[in-house]
């Protein structure tokens, strides 16, 4: 098992390119089975999740290869329609995989991705919404069998989930009619999955507001399109950045999908200065708390990825922050290995209480999920002395070799 090994204490100045995003990539991925040719995806980050839905991919006769950060997938020959469960349990969004697997070949067998590092994560919305549209789901021994092509339907969404309003998409874009989506996710990712099936010949409307409609098309076809930059990826190097008092310029950003975090981290009194697809922050003394509660919510709130990496540069600012988490049940996991670091944190239910300590100290921890991996990391990084954490097969499925931009911005941070 690999291990992180890091020593605090450095500013970390310097410029950074923002990977492709990991959660445009694997619904995109998924995509692509829909089409009749071949499709090309650049900016697409080199992460374990992204490998695991290419090994999706060419599992079902899709033939998907990567040179660096290009994939090309050839969806021609689907010849297998059941995804194996050691497959599906290697990424926890594979689920994406079943609504587009309907669309393709009007049957699938997928399995129940089961509950995950966050606490349980449910598909009831999924499942509910793909019978809406004509879909037959049978579940047997935590296997889940579908078939039907599919028609339009107007679907409510109790909760505008991400992957719900992705598989209804990608299941409605082949089938029959019109289907009306209310209270969709508006996450920027959902934009950019709609903008690849719009260049495949889909007649997508209004994603990124709370109504998505969607035409059905008889045929989707291939195309080449660049994956947006990773806003969570972003603002986990900015934090990182802010925490150790240092100075960034990242470029390959994402600037209006950032913004619900660049306007919290504003507050901590760093510098934040935005132009194109650059994003330059400077962060001098020690970085101030943030009065207002940072309440995650579905975008355009303050996003639940962003919670824990903020969590971990505030644990040092001076004053008390005020954490509200909305979104999951357990994402506050990464605050025992903060305390652990001599972090002052009270957690009560959805709430935690950050009091600013001066320092922080090295420790050895594990890496609970992949935001709470990355947390720990930049508490190591602001700490005195040398930290190792392990477990990074968690942080490896989101970020691309965290320890090369680390050491890029002049971090003391190698793998073992
Ligand atoms: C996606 C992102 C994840 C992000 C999350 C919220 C990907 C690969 N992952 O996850 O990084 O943290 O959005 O922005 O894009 N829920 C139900 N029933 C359902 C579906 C969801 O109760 O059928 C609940 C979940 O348990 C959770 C909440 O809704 O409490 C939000 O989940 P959802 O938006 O679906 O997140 P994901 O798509 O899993």
């Given at each position: 098992?690999?291990?992180?090994?890091?020593?605090?204490?450095?500013?970390?100045?310097?410029?950074?390119?923002?990977?492709?995003?990991?959660?445009?990539?694997?619904?995109?991925?998924?995509?692509?089975?829909?089409?009749?040719?071949?499709?090309?995806?650049?900016?697409?980050?080199?992460?374990?999740?992204?490998?695991?839905?290419?090994?999706?991919?060419?599992?079902?006769?899709?033939?998907?290869?990567?040179?660096?950060?290009?994939?090309?997938?050839?969806?021609?020959?689907?010849?297998?329609?059941?995804?194996?469960?050691?497959?599906?349990?290697?990424?926890?969004?594979?689920?994406?995989?079943?609504?587009?697997?309907?669309?393709?070949?009007?049957?699938?067998?997928?399995?129940?991705?089961?509950?995950?590092?966050?606490?349980?994560?449910?598909?009831?919305?999924?499942?509910?919404?793909?019978?809406?549209?004509?879909?037959?789901?049978?579940?047997?021994?935590?296997?889940?069998?579908?078939?039907?092509?599919?028609?339009?339907?107007?679907?409510?969404?109790?909760?505008?989930?991400?992957?719900?309003?992705?598989?209804?998409?990608?299941?409605?874009?082949?089938?029959?009619?019109?289907?009306?989506?209310?209270?969709?996710?508006?996450?920027?990712?959902?934009?950019?999955?709609?903008?690849?099936?719009?260049?495949?010949?889909?007649?997508?409307?209004?994603?990124?507001?709370?109504?998505?409609?969607?035409?059905?098309?008889?045929?989707?076809?291939?195309?080449?399109?660049?994956?947006?930059?990773?806003?969570?990826?972003?603002?986990?190097?900015?934090?990182?950045?802010?925490?150790?008092?240092?100075?960034?310029?990242?470029?390959?950003?994402?600037?209006?999908?950032?913004?619900?975090?660049?306007?919290?981290?504003?507050?901590?009194?760093?510098?934040?200065?935005?132009?194109?697809?650059?994003?330059?922050?400077?962060?001098?003394?020690?970085?101030?708390?943030?009065?207002?509660?940072?309440?995650?919510?579905?975008?355009?709130?303050f996003p639940t990825d962003a919670q824990a990496v903020l969590m971990a540069a505030l644990s040092?600012?001076?004053?008390?922050?005020?954490?509200?988490?909305?979104?999951?049940?357990?994402?506050?996991?990464?605050?025992?290995?903060?305390?652990?670091?001599?972090?002052?944190?009270?957690?009560?239910?959805?709430?935690?209480?950050?009091?600013?300590?001066?320092?922080?100290?090295?420790?050895?921890?594990?890496?609970?999920?992949?935001?709470?991996?990355?947390?720990?990391?930049?508490?190591?990084?602001?700490?005195?002395?040398?930290?190792?954490?392990?477990?990074?097969?968690?942080?490896?499925?989101?970020?691309?070799?965290?320890?090369?931009?680390?050491?890029?911005?002049?971090?003391?941070?190698?793998?073992?």
């Open positions: 098992m690999q291990k992180f090994i890091i020593t605090g204490g450095r500013k970390l100045r310097g410029q950074l390119a923002v990977q492709g995003s990991k959660n445009s990539a694997l619904p995109i991925m998924a995509a692509s089975l829909l089409c009749g040719e071949e499709c090309v995806l650049w900016n697409c980050p080199r992460l374990t999740d992204v490998y695991a839905a290419s090994r999706i991919l060419n599992h079902t006769g899709c033939k998907c290869s990567f040179s660096e950060n290009t994939a090309v997938i050839d969806p021609k020959d689907v010849t297998e329609t059941s995804i194996p469960e050691s497959l599906m349990h290697e990424m926890r969004s594979s689920i994406i995989f079943m609504g587009a697997m309907l669309g393709r070949t009007g049957e699938c067998t997928v399995s129940i991705p089961g509950g995950c590092e966050l606490g349980p994560r449910p598909i009831d919305m999924h499942l509910a919404a793909l019978r809406k549209m004509g879909a037959d789901i049978r579940e047997e021994h935590g296997r889940i069998i579908c078939c039907g092509k599919g028609h339009g339907a107007k679907i409510s969404l109790a909760f505008p989930s991400v992957g719900a309003t992705e598989n209804i998409i990608l299941y409605a874009v082949t089938a029959d009619g019109e289907t009306v989506i209310n209270n969709a996710a508006r996450e920027p990712e959902i934009c950019d999955l709609c903008g690849f099936l719009r260049k495949c010949g889909a007649d997508i409307k209004g994603d990124g507001g709370s109504s998505i409609v969607i035409k059905g098309k008889k045929q989707l076809y291939g195309c080449e399109y660049s994956i947006m930059p990773d806003r969570i990826a972003g603002a986990t190097y900015l934090a990182m950045t802010a925490a150790s008092g240092g100075e960034i310029i990242l470029t390959n950003a994402c600037i209006p999908e950032t913004e619900p975090f660049l306007s919290v981290l504003e507050q901590t009194g760093c510098s934040i200065y935005t132009n194109r697809d650059k994003i330059y922050l400077r962060s001098g003394a020690r970085l101030n708390a943030v009065k207002e509660r940072i309440r995650t919510m579905p975008h355009p709130g040092v600012a001076d004053g008390t922050s005020v954490f509200e988490e909305n979104i999951f049940d357990c994402r506050y996991r990464h605050v025992d290995a903060l305390v652990k670091m001599g972090a002052d944190i009270q957690v009560m239910g959805k709430i935690a209480v950050v009091k600013g300590v001066k320092g922080l100290c090295g420790a050895d921890v594990n890496a609970t999920d992949l935001r709470g991996g990355a947390a720990m990391v930049i508490a190591a990084l602001t700490a005195d002395g040398t930290s190792t954490i392990g477990n990074i097969c968690h942080i490896d499925r989101g970020y691309e070799k965290m320890e090369d931009a680390v050491r890029l911005l002049g971090g003391d941070m190698r793998r073992s």
